[in-house]
């Protein structure tokens, strides 16, 4: 059974970090690209961050490039997200999944075969 499990979330202040993390388990998580997205209220899921199968290639958003660090440990098989500066805009459910196939960043989510339930991270003013 496919799995995937984020962790990591909460309540901040303006200005505080968060790191996520993601475990994969039943598929072999290093030949998986993997991404993260997010879905705050009232509004569409959208992707912010992928790493390549290796690492080597990253991929983020405008709204949380220089902010966000996505990272990848195959041998745990997990992969993070290092939020930094976060902003209230930065509230949202997120999300991360996983795919066999090279997605990118403007790949359609629908796309990606492998979802997690979701960690909320709140910031508050």
């Known amino acids: 059974q496919v799995q995937l499990v984020e962790s990591g979330g909460g309540s901040v202040q303006t200005g505080d970090s968060l790191t996520l993390s993601c475990v994969l388990s039943?598929?072999?998580?290093?030949?998986?690209?993997m991404g993260w997205f997010r879905q705050a209220p009232g509004k569409g899921r959208e992707s912010i961050s992928v790493?390549?199968?290796?690492?080597?290639?990253?991929f983020y958003t405008d709204a949380v490039k220089d902010r966000f660090t996505i990272s990848r440990d195959n041998a745990k098989n997990t992969v993070y997200l290092q939020m930094n500066s976060l902003k209230p805009e930065d509230t949202a459910i997120y999300y991360c999944?996983?795919?066999?196939?090279?997605?990118?960043?403007?790949?359609?989510?629908?796309?990606?075969?492998?979802w997690g339930r979701g960690t909320q991270v709140t910031v508050s003013s």
């Open positions: 999944a996983a795919d066999e196939t090279a997605l990118r960043l403007s790949s359609a989510i629908g796309l990606w075969h492998y």
């Open positions: 039943g598929r072999t998580f290093s030949t998986h690209t």
């Open positions: 790493i390549s199968w290796t690492g080597r290639n990253t």
